[in-house]
């Protein structure tokens, strides 16, 4: 689900400068790391999002576009033409789609500020490389996360080894390279996420009842609509679970684990998200809320809820 653009302006293309988003171990280091790095910086990409990647005509996009093509909304300054009326000519995947800092680091560090229109090949190069390292970006994202919520040190070791090399790998304009990593980065990040998840999870899980929302709850179920309004899900484990329009109104989900969970129009008016585990920014856009729903400090509020 392609493009992300400046909430002010639309504007996916910046300036021509090379410059990079950290070294191999800036990727970690806790509270020192840059809040920022994981986050799009479409001022310092070339719309990759808008041209790279390929969306099929449905709910999300009103029209089909395949790998490679610019999408036919992208202005000839890379921005988006119709960035303010996204949501009303039925480009919802647009405003949901994150590339955890991805765009800026293909454009700026692994091509030096090069841009996709200045030739064939370096088209090619970039439009390659850059899902690739959307991926990886997105591991490290929920590594650092995880990372501030353990106080592990042995497990703490395990993140920053993992961090330091899969941070050095995204910086291979190798498809190859990159291709390797992912496959092999996603398995190993899932272990130490788990692990963070169970100390966390061990540590605020309430005393309950045997009965109530958590008790219905479990890894990878199918909760299609299903009503968890004023829900106790705290502390509830919902890898991989499937909340498409789930009712969950007012629950109360800290430190839930929601990794992979599929919130797609699920309702979270006035949930508690505080201290929830492995939530990506994307899983949040993908669902409804409003003011009265409390988020953790490293999400923000999508901007459709308003």
């Known amino acids: 689900m392609p493009l992300t653009v400046d909430p002010a302006s639309g504007r996916t293309a910046g300036p021509r400068s090379g410059g990079s988003a950290g070294g191999a171990s800036g990727a970690r280091r806790g509270a020192d790391a ?12 070339v719309a990759l999002c808008c041209s790279a990647l390929a969306f099929s005509r449905g709910d999300d996009f ?23 009326v996204l949501l009303e000519r039925g480009y919802r995947g647009c405003t949901v789609f994150e590339c955890h800092g991805a765009g800026q680091r293909v454009t700026q ?65 190798s498809v190859a390279v990159l291709r390797a990593a992912v496959e092999s980065s996603r398995p190993a990040a899932g272990e130490l996420l788990g692990a963070v998840s169970r100390e966390v999870r061990r540590a605020h899980a309430p005393r309950r009842r045997a009965s109530g929302a958590w008790s219905r709850v ?46 797609r129009d699920a309702e979270l008016h006035g949930a508690d998200l505080r201290h ?17 729903t409390r988020l953790p400090d490293s999400l923000t509020r999508p901007r459709h809820w308003n």
């Open 276 to 292: 929830v585990l492995h939530l990506t920014q994307p899983q949040l856009a993908a669902a409804f809320g409003d003011e009265t």
């Open 218 to 263: 479990e890894p990878r179920g199918a909760y299609l609509g299903t009503d968890f309004s004023e829900g106790d899900l705290r502390a509830v484990e919902l890898r991989g679970a499937l909340l498409i329009a789930a009712k969950l109104r007012g629950a109360d989900l800290r430190w839930a684990d929601l990794l992979g969970a599929d919130l």
């Open 109 to 173: 560090e692994t091509f030096g500020g090069g841009d996709w229109r200045e030739g064939e090949g370096l088209r090619d190069a970039m439009f390659a490389v850059f899902p690739l390292v959307r991926q990886l970006h997105e591991v490290l994202w929920l590594l650092t996360e995880a990372r501030r919520r353990t106080a592990d040190r042995p497990l703490l070791r395990r993140i920053d080894a993992l961090l330091d090399r899969v941070d050095a790998q995204a910086a291979s304009p």
């Open 62 to 84: 009103a029209h089909e576009k395949p790998a490679g093509k610019p999408c036919r909304n992208l202005d000839e300054n890379l921005g988006c033409s119709i960035h303010a």
């Open 34 to 45: 840059d809040e920022t790095r994981f986050q799009s910086d479409c001022a310092r990409c």
